[in-house]
């Protein structure tokens, strides 16, 4: 069984910071692409930014220049660092990777943990 889990989320004031964590666990043989999304209350689940397994980024445009992701491959896990935040990034923010364990390569996903911004 693979398992993907969240930590880091709370209640922060606008401009403040917020470091989330996600650990991969399992039969892992290998993980592709990790990354996070985050869906507000009312809005379609939406990808905040993804990291590939050779370290190239990609970010949503919302969140460019705020957020920066990062992994460490020997240890499975992916961070989000969250900066200049804003009460529209309220949301529940979600893990996934694309892993292969002992079945073919697929999408994990956490349960989410989540990030309230106040103003």
């Known amino acids: 069984q693979v398992q993907l889990v969240e930590s880091g989320g709370g209640l922060v004031q606008a401009g403040g910071s917020l470091r989330l964590s996600c650990a991969a666990s399992g039969s892992i043989f290998s993980i592709n692409a990790m990354g996070w999304y985050r869906q507000a209350p009312g809005k379609e689940r939406e990808l905040v930014a993804y990291?590939?397994?050779?370290?190239?980024?990609n970010y949503a445009v919302s969140v460019k220049g705020r957020f920066t992701i990062s992994r460490d491959n020997a240890k499975n896990t992916v961070d989000l660092l969250m900066n200049s935040l804003k009460p529209e990034d309220t949301a529940v923010y979600y893990c996934?990777?694309?892993?292969?364990?002992?079945?073919?390569?697929?999408?994990?996903w956490g349960k989410g943990t989540l990030v309230t911004v106040s103003s």
């Open positions: 996934y990777a694309d892993i292969r364990g002992r079945s073919p390569i697929r999408d994990y």
């Open positions: 990291i590939t397994i050779g370290g190239s980024t």
